[in-house]
């Protein structure tokens, strides 16, 4: 696949604010199909690398849904939203410099892993499974506008997600799992959905 029509294409089904803040590279050593690391607290851009090898093998649909719901996790990364362990962070930063000043190490070694262990809990939510859920919702809300039914774009997605796997050469993973799960619930094809308890994970 030549990957500049398709990266022309996947811009004009992205949401503009995925076209003001996301760049699409092409990658193709990458083992991913699809790989957006999560984007550093400084920085407002977002990169997308796409091997565009593998890309190919996917229906124009599974494209589609993979590039919103990633466009749409990686727009949904807020280091500096109001929460307690930004809070936490911000009081360990505060805590080095007046320990610092005092020239006291023992309290400049406290702060400082208060305000690694606060920064260690935000990371870690940007991979939690609601996350996640919230980031195959909004792409299939965004879907819909693009003219997918809720059923077709739920559908699309959660076959893209298990060739991703397939392509990939390994296993779902956990939360992979809670996800087809989920949208196999909003595409029709399971009576059961994700109970609350698993997506606060």
Do not use: H
């Amino acid at each position: 696949m030549n990957p500049e029509p398709e990266i022309r294409r996947l811009l004009d089904v992205m949401p503009a604010s995925g076209r003001m803040f996301v760049k699409l590279v092409s990658k193709p050593d990458q083992r991913l199909v699809i790989d957006a690391p999560a984007p550093l607290p400084w920085t407002s851009d977002r990169t997308i690398y796409i091997n565009f090898d593998l890309w190919s093998r996917f229906s124009r649909s599974q494209r589609d849904l993979l590039i919103l719901r990633t466009v749409s996790w990686s727009t949904n990364i807020k280091w500096f939203q109001p929460s307690p362990m930004l809070g936490l962070t911000a009081l360990g930063a505060i805590g080095i410099g007046i320990e610092f000043a005092q020239q006291d190490f023992v309290g400049v070694a406290a702060a400082s892993g208060l305000s690694a262990i606060a920064l260690f809990q935000i990371w870690r939510n940007t991979k939690s499974s609601r996350v996640e859920l919230e980031a195959d919702e909004k792409a299939i809300k965004i879907a819909q506008r693009r003219g997918y039914t809720e059923t077709e774009a739920a559908r699309a997605l959660c076959s893209a997600i298990e060739s991703v796997a397939q392509n990939e050469g390994r296993m779902l993973s956990f939360v992979e799992l809670l996800r087809c799960q989920a949208l196999r619930a909003i595409g029709g094809l399971c009576p059961v959905g994700l109970p609350d308890e698993l997506r606060q994970e």
